[in-house]
């Protein structure tokens, strides 16, 4: 049985995973008003992934008997300065993520649930991925700068996202 602690911890996780599918897709319609359409569809990926997190964590938390309880999902941006903008954003949204699952697990720890902690070590990985696949992007968006070509070959590179199975991170 989980701890009445872990399991508001866990469901608050939730609502971030929740938030993130959101945000990313806030990001996607963004993106294909900015005639990105390659960087949308990789954000729509991103935002889908989001809710399989949402579900690993949903799916735990009844495997070991607790209840989820859904919360409002706060409202995302829907403008960003530019393309760079989104990705840095994304990158920094994901960093604040990744320091919600290194919580998660100190409170595992702490609370000696080594079940939640080997679950949990799922998300370690992932978040390592996350981080760096948002930090690619945002490193060729710096090297393209205002060149039309260098981000019409970024796009395009992104929009292949979904469509080839080994450029889709994460399930
Ligand atoms: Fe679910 Fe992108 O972390």
Redesign the pocket.
Known sequence: MLSDRMRKAINDQINA?LY?SYLYAAMSMYLESADMSGAAAWMKA?AR??LV?AGKFMDYVNERGGRVVLKAIEEPPSEWDSVLDVFQTALG??EK?SSMINGLVTLAREEKDHMTDNFLQW?VA??VE?EASAAEVVRKLKLAGSSGGGMFMIDNELGRRGTDPATESGE
Do not use: A, D
Request: aromatic share 8%; no cysteine; charged share 45%.
């Open positions: 995973e993130s991103q992934e989001e997190h949204h994901e993520v998300f992932e978040q996350e």
